[in-house]
């Protein structure tokens, strides 16, 4: 009898290969920042080593400029990564971000606040026609900081315009919720029962 093996070796079938667990969004922005924190740890480390072998004092002032801007951001990404990990745990702790909040904010803190941001934006825009002017003077550092410091404002301006905006929300949500207790106790009598006549059977 003619089978399969009469013309030589049959091939054992090929097994499917499992399929790569797929991460969810959340799981992925885990993982994303912690390799951000790993990056950004990992140029701190080399700022500090560095700072131990330089010999000119303008090395160890840009040295010293981006310690202290990747320790701050260190710190800032120790917060996110607390947060995050409340978002995936269903837990809280202490270190993550503040919530929004839905309560408002005094007037004189949001005047001040508005005031902030006009000088944080102007501040931006100085920096910069400074920055254009010191271009090709000396060794190019004083641009460099110039720069650095338009950056800053604007990044400040930014969390001003954020924090403003929540307030306006709040500000409407908290009015919003005033109106409908208003309105819910001033109904009459019995206006919360069933207005709708009864069905006749």
């Known amino acids: 009898m003619f089978t399969i093996f009469d013309g030589g070796i049959a091939s054992a079938p090929i097994a499917p290969r499992p399929k790569a667990s797929k991460l969810s969004h959340s799981e992925r922005l885990h993982r994303d920042l912690e390799a951000h924190r790993d990056s950004q740890s990992a140029i701190l480390a ?39 990990h409340d978002a995936l745990t269903w837990s809280h702790s202490p270190d993550a971000l503040p919530d929004r909040g839905s309560e408002g904010e005094r007037e004189q803190a949001i005047k001040l606040l508005q005031d902030m941001l006009r000088l944080e934006q102007g501040r ?34 930014g969390l001003l315009k954020l924090w ?29 029962r069933d207005a709708s006549p009864p069905i006749a059977a």
């Open 164 to 192: 403003l905006g929540n307030v306006k929300t709040a500000t409407q949500t908290g009015s919003t919720t005033r109106v409908l207790s208003r309105r819910a106790g001033s109904r009459p009598a019995g206006s919360d």
């Open 46 to 84: 080399k700022a500090r080593q560095a700072k131990e072998l330089v010999r000119t004092p303008f090395a160890e002032f840009v040295l010293d400029r981006v310690a202290d801007d990747e320790s701050r951001e260190a710190e800032v990404l120790r917060r996110i990564a607390a947060s995050l």
């Open 124 to 157: 931006a825009r100085s920096a910069r026609r400074l920055a254009k002017s010191y271009a090709g003077i000396g060794s190019g550092l004083e641009q460099a900081l110039l720069e650095r410091s338009a950056t800053l404002a604007e990044s400040n301006a």
